[in-house]
């Protein structure tokens, strides 16, 4: 069986990307695979797909919240912008250090429905969980860190990723959703 690399598109304004956060690094960890997250800003990805499923993505949400034991809070504002959150991510290195990020910024949004729009909430999410959070959000300002955003953004796109969150293996293998992950997890195995 060989080895692969799996590249986790995520957008914290997904609820679907934040229970695929948990169970990505959970596959990741049992199957010794590395799991890269790549922050992405969704809407510039979907805007093919403008149809409304706010009721049953909420529901739907919900139910795999209580079936993962995941904590979830339906969120007051819905669509807010992730770019601050995404871009002080990518200010984080990669590895353990940017996935406790990618954690306490999904935690803040889904479990504590908290504003990450707002560089106040971003930074003490981000000291919370161990960082110096005014540095990251400083550094999401600096044009590098906006770049890579756009560059990892217009991969997604290149790549015909269609929503948040979707995972590419390194052979090319696309698994769109999280609930694809036992999906993912069976060919990570196979081959």
Same mark, same amino acid.
């Given at each position: 069986?060989?080895?692969?690399?799996?590249?986790?598109?995520?957008?914290?304004?997904?609820?679907?990307?934040?229970?695929?956060?948990?169970?990505?690094?959970?596959?990741?960890?049992?199957?010794?695979?590395?799991?890269?997250?790549?922050?992405?800003?969704?809407?510039?990805?979907?805007?093919?797909?403008?149809?409304?499923?706010?009721?049953?993505?909420?529901?739907?949400?919900?139910?795999?919240?209580?079936?993962?034991?995941?904590?979830?809070?339906?969120?007051?504002?819905?669509?807010?912008?992730?770019?601050?959150?995404?871009?002080?991510?990518?200010?984080?290195?990669?590895?353990?250090?940017?996935?406790?990020?990618?954690?306490?910024?999904?935690?803040? +949004?889904? %479990?504590?429905?908290?504003?990450? =729009?707002?560089?106040?909430? !971003?930074? &003490?999410?981000?000291?919370?969980? @161990?960082? /110096?959070?005014?540095?990251?959000?400083?550094?999401?300002?600096?044009?590098?860190?906006?770049?890579?955003?756009?560059?990892?953004?217009?991969? +997604?796109? %290149?790549?015909?990723?269609?929503? =948040?969150?979707?995972?590419? !293996?390194? &052979?090319?293998?696309?698994?769109? @959703?999280? /609930?694809?992950?036992?999906?993912?997890?069976?060919?990570?195995?196979?081959?």
């Amino acid at each position: 069986m060989s080895a692969h690399t799996v590249r986790f598109y995520f957008d914290y304004g997904s609820p679907y990307s934040y229970i695929a956060s948990h169970r990505s690094e959970e596959i990741a960890s049992r199957r010794a695979r590395n799991c890269s997250g790549c922050p992405s800003y969704w809407a510039e990805y979907s805007r093919a797909a403008k149809f409304n499923r706010r009721k049953y993505l909420f529901e739907d949400v919900r139910d795999l919240s209580v079936f993962y034991g995941i904590p979830y809070k339906e969120r007051t504002v819905f669509l807010f912008k992730p770019v601050l959150a995404l871009r002080a991510t990518l200010a984080v290195p990669r590895g353990p250090e940017r996935a406790r990020a990618v954690h306490a910024l999904f935690q803040g +949004a889904f %479990a504590d429905d908290l504003d990450l =729009a707002q560089p106040a909430v !971003v930074m &003490d999410l981000l000291d919370g969980a @161990g960082f /110096d959070g005014a540095a990251l959000v400083a550094r999401a300002q600096e044009p590098q860190i906006k770049d890579e955003l756009r560059a990892i953004t217009d991969e +997604a796109i %290149a790549k015909s990723v269609f929503g =948040a969150p979707t995972f590419i !293996v390194d &052979d090319g293998k696309m698994s769109g @959703g999280q /609930d694809r992950l036992p999906l993912l997890e069976h060919y990570l195995l196979s081959g």
